[in-house]
């Protein structure tokens, strides 16, 4: 009898476990987690179940009975401390062999130094914990990226006083640029967050911060929300090739042929951009354990879907899709005041790199479309709304 492990029951393990299943996987299965509920979903951690407008249950990605009617070992409360490949070992309390191992560890959240007993968000109990704090007085969030944005625009639901604080020039400067993060800057501001920008935290402490200018902040609550980093101490200590995540092939191989990493620590090569890539984003954690099973089933296999990721903050959802890091220009289509657009990253050629639609639905795969054809597009065309997706491409090219 053959056995596969899977170390991280988070949604990537657990979508691993549910895919060896289907590809007809039928040798012993074990999916160890060290957190003690069973896989869930994180994206409401910092939406729709930290508002209270959806049940916990709603988070899980299978129901708890999924595992055993599935032949799915299911450890949970059980943290793998040491892989050694040479052996097909693992350690978790005890020895186990394998003949197959996933890593799905994910991450954990970046920690200021002296930030112990400051709010983070990874877990459920991260998040009932911030809930608590609504309604009490000013919560603090560290941090203008994605989550800290996520829970600021929660607390406002729930009628706390909001403050975030944010190094760079706009929030998610990062993540889409200061023309894009404008735009969630205006919504947070235009809902009564006091959005300071440009600012440093010199000091924390548990009443508030303190900003490198001398500024003091009180707080009655604050979180940290400074972004994630892999867990790749595992596949480190274990001798795998690690860099930014845990190096892997387009199959999500590891450096060592029986091992395979997915979802966030993946830093996987990437037949389409042609370059690695690594992607804290659901949408990947979702899909791409289908690649990792099949490759570890010997089956040919090749993840090549574009990173996508979606948020909801107040009145506003979005969608992104694509990769553009390094860009030459953008362009909006639609009503940017209205908040019903959608903006588009060009490279110097003109082709498109990635599309984020706001408030605007249905357009995903004409703008996966777009950027998988490499066509130069005619930015007039593009930015007007009268010309459908597909008739972009600039035709004097
Ligand atoms: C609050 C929040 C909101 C988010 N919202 C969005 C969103 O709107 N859109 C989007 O695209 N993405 C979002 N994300 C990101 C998305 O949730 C992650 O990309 C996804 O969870 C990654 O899944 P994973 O299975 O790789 O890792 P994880 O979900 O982190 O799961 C890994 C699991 O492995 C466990 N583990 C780690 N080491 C060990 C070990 N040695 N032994 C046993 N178990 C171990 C961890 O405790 C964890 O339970 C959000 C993330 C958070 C935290």
Do not use: C
Not at 3 to 10: D, E, N, S
Request: charged share 25%.
């Amino acid at each position: 009898m053959t056995t596969f492990v899977i170390v991280g029951a988070g949604l990537a393990g657990a979508k691993a476990a549910q895919a060896l299943r289907e590809q007809g996987y039928d040798g012993e299965l074990i999916l160890f987690g060290d957190e003690q509920l069973p896989p869930y979903e994180r994206p409401p951690l910092s939406k729709s179940y930290l508002m209270g407008a959806s049940p916990w249950e709603e988070a899980l990605v299978h129901p708890e009975m999924w595992y055993a009617d599935h032949g799915i070992d299911l450890r949970l409360g059980t943290r793998v401390s040491a892989l050694h490949p040479d052996e097909h070992a693992i350690e978790a309390g005890e020895r186990v062999r394998y003949d197959k191992l996933l890593l799905a560890t994910g991450s954990s959240p970046r920690h200021l130094r002296g930030d112990d007993a400051l709010l983070h968000l990874r877990r459920r109990g991260d998040s009932d914990a911030i809930k608590a704090a609504f309604g009490h007085g000013r919560l603090v969030v560290v941090g203008g990226g994605w989550i800290g944005l996520e829970v600021a625009a929660a607390a406002r639901q729930a009628g706390t006083e909001v403050t975030v604080l944010e190094t760079l020039d706009v929030p998610l400067q990062t993540a889409i640029g200061p023309e894009l993060g404008q735009v969630f800057a205006d919504l947070h501001l235009e809902h009564g967050v006091d959005l300071r920008t440009r600012v440093s935290v010199a000091e924390l402490y548990s009443e508030g911060v303190r900003l490198r200018d001398g500024t003091p902040i009180d707080a009655d609550a604050l979180l940290i929300a400074i972004g994630a980093r892999p867990n790749t101490d595992l596949a480190e200590a274990a001798g795998l090739a690690v860099d930014n995540g845990v190096l892997v092939d387009a199959a999500l191989r590891t450096s060592d042929p029986d091992v395979y990493a997915t979802g966030d620590i993946a830093n996987a090569e990437h037949p389409f951009l042609g370059r690695r890539v690594r992607v804290e984003h659901w949408a990947n954690a979702l899909n791409q354990p289908a690649t990792a099973a099949a490759a570890m089933l010997g089956k040919p296999a090749s993840y090549a879907e574009l990173p996508y990721f979606y948020t909801d903050q107040y009145d506003l959802g979005m969608e992104y899709v694509g990769l553009a890091q390094d860009y030459a220009d953008v362009v909006l289509r639609g009503d940017r005041a209205a908040r019903e657009f959608i903006a588009f990253w060009l490279d110097g050629d003109q082709r498109v790199l990635a599309g984020m639609n706001v408030n605007v639905w249905d357009v995903v795969e004409p703008i996966k479309a777009l950027i998988t054809s490499r066509a130069p597009v005619d930015p007039k065309r593009l930015a007007d709304p009268d010309v459908p997706l597909d008739q972009v491409a600039d035709i004097s090219a």
